[in-house]
């Protein structure tokens, strides 16, 4: 059929990179149909069918492609979980295939340690991975939280800069925000900053962020030192400093946290008269 020649003309200059013009496709299907009755007169032949044959093919090998490099990249992060998991499992038992015996007596009062380094040199490699291949999926992101707890700076880093290459998730606000919380290196503050940033910004999310903060502070309202405590400022604004205000009525007036607030929406209620 004339529709199927078409079709095979226009692969064939895809895949070769041979791009030919209604001309030379007009030119060609009258070569095949010949110069007399043409059987086929009823097809569509013009500029515009010849276009839109093009796109279409065009878009179901994009598509095929697109898929097949899914499969292979899902293919790939499975091995990174199922790496991370048996090397997770570690923490609790000594792996004798992950580490050799003298590796283990030489660092046996810090074994732990051992291992949680080994699993952020994976997160790390897995991170560098999506971050190339523009790779997402809620397993990702499942993968991160379930390491980010483990006591260890760089892992908590690395599983950071994995959930930044995903797309905004609650349970990844949730995360970030206890471990602003609690994080005391000026590395990972500084990450966890860019994320609550990054967050706060996003129109779904710009509101949960407040409200994850204010959670997390009455649960903690003496913590100093923290990012939320030396940070505070940052994530206070015109649109939700009335939250904050009621907030001051919960926490002690003596802490950082309180001085945080009251500079902020003192300098919000200033701008704004």
Do not use: W
Request: charged share 25%.
């Amino acid at each position: 059929m004339i529709k199927s020649f078409i079709n095979t003309v226009v692969l064939a200059s895809i895949c070769g990179a041979v791009f030919l013009t209604s001309s030379d496709i007009e030119t060609t299907i009258m070569q095949e149909i010949g110069q007399g009755t043409n059987p086929y007169k009823h097809v569509d032949r013009s500029p515009d069918f010849v276009k839109r044959t093009i796109a279409s093919i065009s878009d179901d090998v994009n598509t095929r492609a697109l898929k097949k490099r899914r499969v292979e990249d899902m293919h790939i992060y499975k091995s990174y979980e199922e790496s991370l998991s048996q090397l997770k499992s570690c923490l609790r038992t000594i792996c004798d295939e992950y580490f050799k015996s003298d590796e283990v007596s030489e660092n046996y009062d810090r074994y732990e340690q051992l291992v949680a380094s080994k699993i952020s040199d994976k997160v790390n490699k897995l991170y560098n991975f999506t971050l190339k291949r523009g790779f997402r999926s809620h397993s990702i992101v499942t993968t991160a939280l379930d390491l980010i707890d483990i006591p260890h700076d760089e892992l908590k880093k690395n599983s950071v800069l994995l959930l930044s290459t995903q797309k905004s998730d609650i349970r990844s606000l949730n995360a970030i925000v206890k471990l602003a919380k609690k994080s005391q290196s000026r590395e990972l503050t500084n990450l966890l900053i860019h994320e609550l940033d990054r967050y706060s910004k996003s129109e779904n999310f710009q509101h949960k962020v407040s409200d994850q903060i204010i959670s997390e502070i009455q649960a903690s309202p003496a913590a100093t030192g923290s990012l939320l405590a030396t940070q505070m400022s940052r994530f206070i604004t015109k649109e939700n400093y009335l939250k904050f205000n009621e907030l001051l009525t919960k926490i002690p007036t003596e802490s950082k946290v309180y001085s945080s607030i009251v500079g902020q929406i003192e300098k919000i209620e200033s701008t704004n008269l």
